[in-house]
């Protein structure tokens, strides 16, 4: 099994940090499944094991993509693909997988893909949340017209309850491992990279969501990594808590 999900999970028991990890079904091996399992069954409040699409790819256009429903998939398709996923995380992760949560690939997504999810009983989608002025803006213009989604784009409902569904979306404000710039330039981010992107979506948002991407937590980025956790714990103002306890504290 992959050396950086060890160093991501010990990490975030050891800080004793809660985390959701978002399962792709098709990627999950038995043996990281047997993992992540004890994981959960030691420590059942700092790991919940969620579901993140089925393969986190799909073919549109001709293009091959990392989404997987976007691009106005038919119903039919989408419910296929995630009562898929459902099937395989059920059987690899028995009673340790949470079905309550589900995280599209990429936060892509479309009114058909919130109604298959409601329809199937999950209870929280979690996405990702812009808080520049143009997309708050453009959140504020989604909202107002009820919309999930218009003009080719997303619209995020952070913090609130998805129209229509009754889905409560909480989603991801700051990538921890995000690794290209708006430019398509390479870039690492610093401890205080970090912090400052946490100060700009705080002063926006009640809740900020912060994502890792495990596949690259190694070498420099596990301190960086525990650096920031560290610092996060050490502010007075900030409550670390899982997105079930977010909800039910609502």
């Not at 205080?192 to 948002?205: I, N, P, Q, T």
Request: a negative charge; one cysteine or more; aromatic letters at 6%.
């Amino acid at each position: 099994m992959a050396q950086p999900l060890r160093n991501v999970v010990e990490l975030l028991i050891e800080e004793a940090v809660p985390c959701s990890y978002q399962v792709v079904p098709e990627f999950l091996t038995r043996e990281a499944a047997a993992y992540v399992q004890a994981a959960r069954a030691d420590h059942p409040g700092l790991v919940r094991l969620n579901q993140h699409g089925l393969r986190h790819e799909q073919t549109l256009d001709g293009e091959h993509r990392y989404s997987e429903f976007d691009g106005h998939r038919p119903y039919a398709e989408q419910r296929r693909d995630i009562e898929q996923g459902l099937t395989l995380l059920s059987d690899l992760l028995g009673s340790a997988f949470d079905r309550r949560v589900f995280t599209p690939p990429c936060h892509k997504y479309d009114d058909v893909t919130v109604q298959v999810l409601a329809e199937l009983g999950f209870e929280v989608l979690s996405a990702g949340v812009k808080v520049d002025p143009v997309s708050r803006l453009y959140y504020r213009v989604g909202a107002a017209l009820g919309r999930v989604s218009f003009l080719g784009k997303r619209v995020s409902y952070h913090g609130r309850r998805t129209p229509g569904t009754g889905l409560a979306e909480l989603s991801v404000c700051i990538d921890v491992d995000e690794d290209v710039d708006a430019r398509g330039e390479k870039i690492e981010k610093s401890l205080d990279d970090l912090w400052g992107e946490l100060e700009a979506c705080r002063a926006r948002l009640s809740v900020v969501g912060v994502m890792l991407h495990h596949g690259k937590c190694e070498g420099r980025r596990v301190d960086v990594l525990r650096e920031f956790v560290r610092r996060l714990k050490g502010d007075p103002g900030i409550e670390i808590r899982s997105l079930p306890e977010i909800v039910a504290g609502a």
